[in-house]
């Protein structure tokens, strides 16, 4: 079955530091991949996808995320983190070919800012 | 970005009773809506996909008896959580895509919901 893993509950690092989330997929073919953030009172915002092409995404406020085959993984970076990127983080891909086709999570990664 | 709003954002109500949830696609016209539930602390577990004027896909292990989900029009779907008991309490998130698998989802703000 496909599946998103994502390997780190929680994870706290200092304002102004490098963060580097963690995704590994299960997927027989070529995965559709996503990154989403969760804050609290708000819907979930997209942050980038993964479609084909460049395997080095670009995303909003300062998100990147690399999509590696050899390493199932579609890890989310950021160079230097602010107190506002405190939220929960949600690896995610697209299930099925129709138009019925769904978004799959995985269990997320609470992000906390050491001021 | 196109906005998906729910409501009610939060609601308590009694063991027994059933509770009608909203979600509306704003701006947009949304061929397909998801529901999705969370559990604190957890990932979204989705519990049906609904294209409009069609009846509802439900995942394994949702009771559709349970969550009745109906799809009347291009900006608006509901879920009624019926005969609600406590274990029902739980965070109800709506997410709307307009075509297929390569388009964007979008995500309401989702709806708390407490059965007491």
């Known amino acids: 079955a496909q599946s998103v893993t994502q390997p780190d509950i929680h994870i706290t690092v200092s304002e102004g530091a490098s963060l580097e989330l963690r995704c590994n997929y299960s997927y027989g073919a070529t995965p559709y991949l996503f990154w989403y953030v969760q804050s609290p009172g708000q819907g979930l915002q997209l942050l980038l996808k993964?479609?084909?092409?460049?395997?080095l995404v670009q995303g909003i406020k300062g998100f990147e995320a690399e999509f590696k085959r050899s390493q199932s993984s579609f890890n989310l970076r950021k160079p230097s983190v602010h107190w506002s990127d405190a939220a929960e983080y949600f690896c995610a891909a697209h299930q099925g070919y129709s138009s019925a086709s769904k978004i799959i999570f995985g269990s997320g990664t609470r992000l906390s800012i050491r001021p | 970005g196109a906005v998906v709003s729910q409501h009610p954002s939060w609601v308590i109500c009694k063991s027994g009773t059933s509770v009608k949830i909203e979600c509306r696609s704003l701006?947009?016209?949304?061929?397909?809506m998801f529901w999705y539930r969370q559990f604190p602390k957890q990932s979204l577990m989705l519990m049906a996909t609904?294209?409009?004027?069609?009846?509802?896909?439900?995942e394994q292990g949702v009771e559709k008896d349970k969550f009745l989900i109906n799809h009347a029009s291009l900006t608006l779907s509901t879920l009624t959580v019926t005969s609600a008991h406590p274990e029902d309490s739980s965070f109800y998130i709506c997410s709307a895509r307009v075509g297929g698998r390569y388009n964007e989802q979008f995500f309401g703000p989702g709806t708390r919901l407490t059965v007491l």
């Open positions: 701006d947009f016209q949304a061929t397909t």
């Open positions: 609904s294209n409009e004027g069609s009846k509802a896909t439900y």
């Open positions: 993964y479609f084909s092409g460049d395997t």
